[in-house]
C-alpha cells in the first residue's frame, strides 16, 4: 500500500515543553513507523523563528473515512490557535484502490519544497470513494484556512484543483457566473426565433395524447378488466384527477424566459375561462385597449379579503364607496343587495312564463334523473367531449362560437355586476325556504321531514291555524319535547333563538304581538329540536358548505363547494340545559362570547379531514365523503330547484351570489338542513378558515368576475403587474363543481310546477328581512 502527500501552507512551528524540537519529535515518531495526532497537539509550543518545512507521517494503515475526517478537524482546530506565519505542514493518508495518480503540491509563497521532499511525492492508488472522502476533508481544512493560503498559481490535490479563495471569488465565481448568463441570455433567443413557445407546448400536448390513444388500444385485450366508471369527489379525497389543459407545472415549465412563463399561464387562463363562458352561451374577447372599469366595495364582512383579491385583478379600478356613484359604478360587492343598482340593470329576456308557453303543454313531468359526474371537466359542464379537442388561442375560440352560435360580447364601460342576485331572500330567508322546500316536496310527493326537521310557520299568534296543527303534534310527543323557536325575519346571527322544553314557553312567544320597523308583524318557525345529534367531543357542532349562483347572459348555472368546515360548541351537550345557547347554537356570533371559545379547537373550527379521523376513532365507523358528503349535495341541489321559476323570472343580465349552507346530524348520519345564508361569514379567524375562505372567493371570482371581465391582451400587461397572474393548476383548485344547468334542468321545473308559479305567504318581502343589517355598513365605510 502506498502512500502520498499534500502540501499546505501552515503558521511556523514552535518548540514544545520539554525542550524538543518539532522536527525531532516527528523523527522520532517517524522511527517508530507511527504517528499520534492527539500527542503532537497536546504539546504546548514555544515561538520558534526559524522557518522550516515539517512533515507528518503515519504508516498507510486502512482507515475509516470518519477518523480521517476527525483527524482533519483536529488540526484544523490547532491550526487556527497558531499565528498567522509561514511554513510548510504535510498530511499523508492511504489509499485503498488501484489507479496512477498525477503528482501535485501546494507550494507557498516563501518556503520551496526541497529535493527531500519533491522525492516523498510518489504515485498512488485510489478509488472514487477516497476521492469524496479526500475532498470533503481537504474542503474542511482549506475553508478554515483560507485566509492563509497565499500562493499565486492555481494548485492540485489528489486529481482535485485548488485555487486560492481571493481568486476563486474575483475570478472563477464571475466567470461562470458569466457563461450560465450566457448561456441562458442564448437560449431565449433560440425559443424567439421559433414560434409561439405556447404553441409547440400543444403539439407535444396532442402528441402525448395520440401516444396515450395508442397505448390505450393496445391494452384493451378481449382478457382485459374494463375501466371503471371514476367520479368526482372532494379534491381533498385520493382520487384526485388531473388534466394536462390547466396544469402549471414548475418543472415541465422551469426552462421558460420569464415572459414565456407569463405568456403560458395567460393562455391556460383564458382558456379554463372560455369554457366557463361558452357553457352560460358567451364568450368575451380579452380587452386590446384598457377601458375605465370602476367598482366599490363594501364593509364589513372581511371587505379587507374582498379588496385584497380585487388587486390582483389590476385592470379594475376600485374606488371608495363613498365617492362613487351606483350609476358610475360597474361592479358592486356588499353585504346587503343594493337593490338600486340591480334595477339599473336589464331583465332576463328568457323568463320562466315566456319558456312555460313552450313547454306547458307537453308531457307530464317525469322524475329528474341523476347524472353521474365522471371527468374533471364535467366540474364546468355537462358535456365535455367538444371541448376536450379545441386548442387554446383566440382563432380556435372564434371557429367554435361560430359553429356553435355562442354570442361574442366585449368588454364595454356600460357592464353592471352585482355580488347578489335578485329575489334572493326565498333562498336566504328561513321562512321562505321552508315554504319552497314544501311546495317542492308536496309537487314530487316526497316527505320534507327528510331534509329538515319538523318545521311550523306561525304568522297570526296563537290563533294561526298553523299554530293548532302544531298543537295536535305536540300532544303526540313524549313529555319535556325540545323545540326551538326561530323569527321568521332577521334571524342571521342566532338573533332571537330560543330553546323551549314547555308548551307555555312556545305560547308565550308566538303570542308577543310585535311590529317590525317596516310595519309587518313578526312570524315565528317552531321546529324539532334535534334531541339526539351526532357529537363530536360530547360537543354539539353543525357543518357550513357552500354554493354558488350566476346569472351570466341571462343563464343560471349552479356550482357546489367542494370543501367547508366544522363549527363546534363551546361547552358539552346537554338536553336538560335549554337556555345556555353556548350549548346548543353554534353560530360565531354567539360562541365567541363564551369563556371556553377555542378552548378545544382553534376557533372552534375543524376541517373536513380532522373531522374524518375523529370518525374513524369512534366504535362504530363511518366515512364522511361516502355516507354523508352526497347527501349534502343532493339537500343544495333541491334547494335551488325549489326556487329556481321564482328567481329566474327576475333575472339580470350578470350577477353572481355565494350562499353559505348550514347542516346538522343526528346520531344516525342522517343530514338536516338547517339554514341558507345570503351574508356568510368570511371572516378568517382560525387556521381552517385562513385556508378555505380566501380559496372559496377566489374561485367565485373565476367562475363570475373574470368570464364577464377576463384578463386583458397580454400586450396590455405592464411588467410590474405581470406577476399578479395565477400560478396554480387551474382546474385541480377549482372546488366548484357544476350541480345545476338551467338549460337541461328548467324544463322539468317548469313542468312540475305548471301555473303555481307565486307562493303568496311570501311573494314579497323586504330585503332587511332576510339580511343582517350591520349599522351604518356603508355610510361611514372608506376604502
Known sequence: MQREELFIKTPQQKKTTNGISFQQKINQLNKKNSIKFSELLKERRMDNKSNTKVTFRRPSIQRKPVYKICQASSIQRHLSQEPQTSGTYSVVFSNHAQQILDKRKIQTSNCDPTDDSKNKIQKGFYNQQDINNTKSILTSLLQGMQHRISADKNMGILGF??????????????????????????????????????????????????????????????NTSPIPQKIIVPQNSTTQMQNTNFRFSLTEYSQLSREQLFQTKLQNYQHFLFLVSSQSGFYTQPQDSLIDLKLKIGGGNNSFLIKE????????????????????SNFIWTQIKVQEFINLQQYSNNCVQHQQKKIFNQQSFNSIKKKQVMDPFLRLMRDDYEYKSIDRNQKAYMKFINQKNISLFKVNSNIKIHNHIDKNYHLGNKKAMYHNLKKYYELTKQDLNQIIPKTFHIQKGARDKTYLQFLEFYKKQPKGST????????????????????????????????????????????????????????RKFDIRCYFLITQLNNIMRAYWYEDGYIRTSSEEFDLNDPANLYVHLTNDAIQKYADTYGKYENG?????????RYLDNQPKK??????????LIDIATISIKSVYCKLAGYKKEYNFEIFGLDFMIDQSFKPYLIEINTNPCLETSSPVLQRIIPQMVENAFRMSIDTIIPPPDASLWPPCKKHFLFYDNLLENNKFQLIFDEREDSEELIKLYGGIMIHDEIDEMDEEEEEYESENENKNFDN
Open 161 to 222: 484543483q485548488v485555487i486560492p479563495f481571493t481568486k476563486l471569488i474575483e475570478n472563477h465565481a464571475l466567470i461562470s457566473q458569466q457563461t450560465i448568463r450566457q448561456k441562458a441570455f442564448s437560449q431565449d433567443k433560440e425559443r424567439d426565433k421559433s414560434q409561439s413557445f405556447t404553441e409547440e407546448l400543444d403539439k407535444r400536448l396532442k402528441s402525448r395524447k395520440s401516444q396515450n390513444t395508442k397505448q390505450r388500444k393496445s391494452i384493451n385485450q378481449p
Open 309 to 328: 383579491i380585487v388587486k390582483q385583478r389590476w385592470w379594475w379600478n376600485q374606488m371608495k364607496f363613498n365617492e362613487l356613484s351606483n350609476e358610475d
Open 483 to 538: 323545540w326551538i323557536i326561530k323569527p321568521g325575519e332577521f334571524t342571521n346571527r342566532g338573533t332571537g333563538i330560543t330553546v323551549c322544553q314547555t308548551l307555555s314557553e312556545i305560547n308565550k312567544i308566538v303570542s308577543k304581538k310585535q311590529i317590525h320597523s317596516n310595519g309587518k308583524h313578526f312570524t315565528y318557525l317552531i321546529q324539532k329540536y334535534i334531541e339526539k345529534p351526532f357529537l363530536y367531543n360530547k
Open 604 to 612: 372552534n373550527k375543524l376541517s373536513f379531514s380532522e373531522f374524518q
Open 622 to 631: 363511518y366515512n364522511f365523503y361516502k355516507d354523508l358528503y352526497p347527501q
